[in-house]
């Protein structure tokens, strides 16, 4: 509900208790209390219990209500809206955008790496006891070394003990450091890069894989309720001209000129009909929902479908017919060529192991180092420095991630092999059920009209009397089997036809 219908029908619903006095108010809407009166009177309305009713307040309640039956209305789409909200709105294409997202910040991720980093380190730390170290007794020695020497005292042994116990350090250290480090030198970064922009690519080609799987189960679904709509119409159509034979018998019938039995035998042909239609009609909202779901469509929302079966079907051309396949244009083919491509990469990236790699590294640093922060001197460090790292031996660790890589391009590659067989096969199998549903459609046409000119002749005689109403409910019963065999026929050639343009990534 809008803001504005909630508005109006606030304000209806306030009018309204005024009205039954659960509101004391002066405004020119206050109830007038008169005697008891029963039904209308002259305008503006005075119902019973004296309660005047002007017209003000249900046009609030019709500018309320407006709204909400727009609301309620189902939207209609054709099949090309249809694949245009699939395509903004199901899920798996949703994701497919997140994927290719995720493969821009990738390439960024790995960028990043090559680029230098400096980040900056401030430290503080206060000891509340020093630590102290144990330093060999080496004065005890030297004193008496002395006296010996000199003699003072005659020569004799000295025992030294455990140590002197010292304290290094100050109550105070404050330390502030910056520090860079760059790649210099790195095989694997740049083969990197490369894979990363590679992923991305196969991204998109995924996208367009779950594009192209959508809009197929979309075009399905969408062809299924149209064919429905087909049918529905001419059930419509076979019910009027029923309805109006029915009611033309029933008349000859009164007259004395037809019996009971071809009245019966009319209405349980209507009601035949009817039934199948109630059944179709059963069945629309299963297709529907099957169509929102392919769509991403809310299916507790309303929907509804326009169009033509015959509006959307095209003659194939010659070149989709007998022309050579590419298999490239199949969004899946194309996919797995970047597949080989990102594990060509890989293989080049295990092989970058063996060599070198050259890195430099250089930070600045201030110290403090005091009893009394007030009393402390900063103390400088710069240090500058390169590291390069020489792979030796891993334990053939490398060598068997090689093998490994050349194993998954041969399984790339036959899988390649297998899927261009499926795609020629499916191409061929496509093509064949295109010709035999065009053949099928024009040969239903034909029977629709010999069976239409039947019908028609059967008309004729029943009216005149030479024909029987059992004769005229066949002729019916086959004109109607012969439009749906016509529509059935239009929806698989159709049908066929969007199936060999998916086969030829069309």
């Not at 029963?38 to 307040?57: C, H």
């Not at 520090?179 to 995924?206: K, P």
């Amino acid at each position: 509900m809008s803001f504005m219908a909630f508005l109006l029908l606030v304000v209806f619903l306030v009018w309204a208790l005024k009205s039954l006095g659960w509101l004391r108010s002066r405004s020119p809407w206050s109830v007038h209390r008169t005697e008891k009166t029963y039904g209308f009177t002259s305008w503006p309305f005075q119902f019973g219990y004296g309660v005047k009713i002007g017209l003000f307040p249900f046009l609030l309640l019709g500018l309320c209500l407006n709204p909400l039956r727009a609301q309620q209305a189902a939207e209609v789409m054709d099949l090309e809206q249809a694949l245009s909200y699939a395509r903004g709105h199901h899920p798996d294409l949703k994701k497919a955008s997140l994927e290719d997202a995720d493969a821009r910040w990738r390439i960024e991720e790995t960028r990043a790496l090559g680029i230098p980093h400096l980040s900056a380190n401030l430290g503080y730390q206060y000891f509340i006891d020093i630590p102290t170290q144990i330093l060999p007794d080496f004065i005890t020695p030297a004193v008496y070394g002395v006296l010996f020497q000199e003699g003072v005292i005659p020569p004799k042994n000295i025992e030294t003990g455990d140590g002197l116990p010292a304290q290094f350090g100050t109550k105070h250290n404050l330390a502030a450091k910056l520090e860079l480090q760059t790649m210099i030198v790195d095989g694997s970064y740049f083969i990197g890069l490369q894979a990363a922009q590679a992923y991305r690519s196969w991204v998109d080609q995924n996208a367009e894989v779950v594009r192209e799987q959508v809009e197929k189960r979309v075009r399905e679904a969408f062809l299924a309720v149209l064919l429905l709509n087909s049918n529905l119409q001419i059930l419509d159509k076979n019910i009027k001209n029923i309805e109006a034979l029915l009611q033309e018998t029933r008349a000859l019938y009164e007259e004395g000129f037809l019996e009971k039995l071809d009245v019966d035998r009319l209405s349980l042909s209507l009601a035949t009909v009817k039934t199948r239609r109630d059944n179709l009609l059963r069945s629309k909202g299963q297709l529907l929902n099957a169509l929102k779901l392919s769509m991403g469509y809310p299916v507790e929302e309303e929907l509804e479908v326009k169009g033509d079966l015959q509006e959307l079907w095209q003659a194939a051309a010659e070149d989709d017919l007998h022309g050579d396949i590419s298999f490239a244009a199949r969004p899946l083919y194309r996919q797995l060529q970047s597949s080989v491509h990102l594990n060509e990469l890989n293989l080049r990236l295990q092989r970058s192991g063996y060599w070198p790699a050259l890195y430099g590294f250089g930070s600045y640093s201030q110290s403090l180092l005091a009893n009394k922060l007030s009393e402390g001197q900063w103390y400088p460090t710069t240090v500058v420095g390169l590291q390069l790292k020489i792979p030796i031996f891993d334990g053939l660790q490398k060598r068997a991630k090689v093998q490994r890589a050349k194993l998954q391009i041969e399984q790339l590659h036959l899988q390649m092999d297998v899927l261009e067989q499926a795609i020629y096969m499916e191409v061929e199998n496509a093509r064949i059920n295109y010709q035999n549903a065009l053949e099928n459609w024009k040969s239903q046409k034909s029977n629709l009209e010999l069976a239409e000119q039947i019908y028609n002749l059967s008309q004729i005689k029943y009216r005149e009397g030479v024909g029987s109403s059992v004769e005229l409910i066949q002729a019916e019963q086959q004109l109607h089997q012969n439009q749906q065999n016509v529509q059935q026929a239009l929806y698989e050639l159709v049908k066929a036809q969007m199936e060999l343009r998916y086969a030829l990534g069309k």
